[in-house]
């Protein structure tokens, strides 16, 4: 069993930042991928961004520019960092960490971006 855990969600204003933070544990043998999604009220959960073992970064076109997300692969942890943030960010934001076949998910940590 896998467990994620995530803080770091609040209120900001626009064009303001935060910072996510996820940490793993458990049963960890390779975390093939680990990540971030998001959900927003009467939306389907969508892709935030997510790092994948040997290198590949993908990153929603909607924060492209403005988010960046890092790895310790030695720690089992990821971070985002959102910067310039806007309204439409207003979401519950989920850890993801993929292993073994299985994908797994944080309880969510909300980030709302409002003046």
């Known amino acids: 069993q896998v467990q994620l855990v995530e803080s770091g969600g609040g209120l900001v204003q626009p064009g303001g930042s935060l910072r996510l933070s996820c940490a793993a544990s458990?049963?960890?043998?390779?975390?093939?991928?680990m990540g971030w999604y998001r959900q927003a009220p009467g939306k389907q959960r969508e892709l935030v961004a997510l790092?994948?073992?040997?290198?590949?970064?993908n990153y929603a076109e909607s924060v492209k520019g403005r988010f960046t997300i890092s790895r310790d692969n030695v720690k089992n942890s990821v971070a985002l960092e959102m910067n310039s943030l806007k309204p439409e960010d207003t979401a519950v934001y989920f850890c993801?960490?993929?292993?073994?076949?299985?994908?797994?998910w944080g309880q969510g940590t909300q980030v709302t971006v409002s003046s």
């Open positions: 993801t960490a993929r292993l073994s076949g299985l994908v797994y």
């Open positions: 458990g049963s960890i043998c390779s975390i093939s991928a």
């Open positions: 790092s994948i073992s040997g290198g590949t970064i």
